[in-house]
């Protein structure tokens, strides 16, 4: 009998031990996913922010998540291609075959041949949205200062 109850005070101990690990556990994964959720540090400015965040969304993919490149070129040398944000806007709003259609076979002030699909985004964002993530790419690929990238977009 007393040997009955030491077993069983055994088994309570040693299942109460087995729920204070997983507990440990799981408050390690919330910590690590508190650090997870945090929204980025901010670039400085709202506009180079909320580019960023369409920039993610949608241009990543192509472009590379550091604009270094996959299916669409690197974007290091965005700001040689245009100088004026105005015409990476345009670039952006018409997509390389309606710029093919209206301006020819080459784009930018370094004369690039078109030879792949960059989809239009007319219909996908707005003008705003576009000065953002045109602002976001000459700041963050292109060198530009944050000052430089929105003042010279119209996304200030
Ligand atoms: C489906 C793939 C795709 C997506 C999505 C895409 N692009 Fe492109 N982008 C391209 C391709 C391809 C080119 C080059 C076209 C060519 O050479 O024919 C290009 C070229 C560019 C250039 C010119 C860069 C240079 O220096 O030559 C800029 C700027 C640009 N894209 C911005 C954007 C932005 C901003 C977005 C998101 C709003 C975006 N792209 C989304 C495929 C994409």
């Known amino acids: ?10 088994v309570a101990e040693s299942s109460s031990r087995l729920t204070r690990r997983p507990l440990a556990a799981v408050a390690v994964l919330v910590i690590a996913l508190n650090a997870c959720g945090e929204p980025p540090a901010t670039l400085g400015d709202p506009a180079l922010d909320a580019g960023r965040e369409t ?4 241009c990543s993919t192509c472009h590379g998540p550091s604009g ?3 299916s669409g070129p690197a974007l290091t040398d965005v700001v040689e291609t245009f100088p004026e ?3 990476h806007q345009l670039w952006v709003t018409l997509g390389s075959m309606e710029w093919e259609n209206q301006f020819g076979p080459n784009y930018g002030a370094n004369d690039k041949e078109i030879t792949a699909i960059m989809p239009s985004f007319k219909n996908v964002l707005s003008e705003a949205e576009i000065a953002e993530v045109a602002s976001f790419e000459r700041f963050q690929f292109g060198g530009l200062s944050a ?3 929105v003042a010279g977009c119209g996304a200030d």
């Open 68 to 70: 270094e490149g996959v």
């Open 147 to 149: 000052a430089e990238a």
């Open 55 to 58: 920039y993610g969304r949608v």
């Open 1 to 10: 009998m007393g040997d009955l109850h030491r077993r069983s005070g055994a």
């Open 85 to 87: 944000c105005e015409d």
